[in-house]
């Protein structure tokens, strides 16, 4: 259901990208939604209620409550033939689209990527917690499946996340193949595996001295087994099959500190697998495109640089 709050919600959204971003957003398509699945999702419980966007203060534009899980597709004027699928940080109980995913969605758009922005189920919302991660193997699934519709090439589709979102592209990444759900449609001929991975402040670690996040707590409990923090911690995952992957950090961060960015990256080079890591004097931790007069602002264009230049050959 459209309410006031949410057309000024996404109001606020387009104004944001269009005073950090120098291209106007306004100058491209609006988004389309897809839904993920037929029906009722996979997997166990729910929300009550309608879906609820987060107002002042730091859940400002943030959604949760969600039953409906789905991708905004943001298509662009020009295509470049790379599609991305985008998630906003949150810590598994929100979804920060105001100010992560979606401004990040609008700079990928005006430079020529399908971007596709993942409004996926919350385990803090009643779903349990596998149900993130489902969805985001399908959302790839989906636009590898129809990218011919999309006009995008079918080996040049990558992943970019932040803060928990992050932990979420992390782990679609490195387990692309780990069964989640029962399906049987036409989708689930395709491979969920990124062509790249983009990790912003992402959440790596699950064990100590990183278990104070909310991840670890939405995802596997207060009190888990150390069975379960292995599991969950996206360093235990790496492989040689990884695909190539570039994580942003902050020094200053005091919620996903570059400790996580840093074991990770370790254990992907230590596996053979192509991995860069930036990591900022400051910028604390959600700060999405960042502002003009900050350093890590220019971590878009390090992006870029990263993806097209590694692969001459593809653009």
Do not use: C
């Amino acid at each position: 259901m459209v309410t006031r709050r949410t057309v000024l919600g996404a109001a606020g959204t387009i104004a944001a990208a269009s005073v950090i971003s120098p291209v106007s957003p306004l100058a491209a398509h609006p988004y389309e939604e897809i839904a993920l699945w037929p029906g009722t999702p996979p997997g166990k419980g729910g929300p009550a209620g309608p879906e609820k966007i987060g107002g002042e203060g730091s859940g400002y534009g943030a959604v949760s409550n969600i039953s409906n899980p789905r991708m905004r597709v943001y298509r662009p004027n020009a295509t470049n033939g790379k599609a991305v699928l985008v998630l906003g940080g949150g810590g598994y109980f929100r979804i920060q689209l105001w100010k992560e995913s979606t401004p990040a969605a609008r700079w990928l758009q005006n430079r020529g990527y399908t971007v596709f922005e993942l409004i996926f189920r919350l385990p803090n919302d009643g779903w349990e917690a596998s149900a993130p991660f489902a969805d985001a193997q399908r959302a790839m699934k989906i636009i590898r499946t129809r990218a011919d519709e999309f006009g995008v090439r079918r080996d040049a589709i990558g992943i970019m996340g932040f803060s928990a979102g992050g932990h979420l592209a992390g782990y679609t990444a490195l387990l692309p193949d780990r069964k989640l759900y029962q399906g049987n449609d036409r989708f689930e001929a395709a491979s969920a595996r990124p062509d790249f991975a983009v990790l912003l402040f992402p959440v790596v670690s699950l064990r100590k001295p990183y278990d104070t996040t909310r991840t670890r707590r939405e995802i596997i409990g207060p009190d888990p087994s150390l069975e379960a923090q292995e599991a969950w911690s996206l360093d235990t995952h790496a492989s040689s099959g990884a695909p190539p992957t570039i994580i942003f950090s902050a020094a200053d961060d005091p919620i996903t500190p570059p400790g996580h960015g840093i074991a990770l990256f370790q254990a992907l080079v230590a596996k053979g697998a192509p991995a860069e890591l930036h990591i900022f004097e400051e910028g604390g931790h959600g700060w999405g495109l960042g502002t003009p007069h900050e350093i890590l602002s220019q971590w878009p264009e390090i992006f870029e640089a990263w993806q097209t230049k590694r692969n001459p050959d593809n653009g």
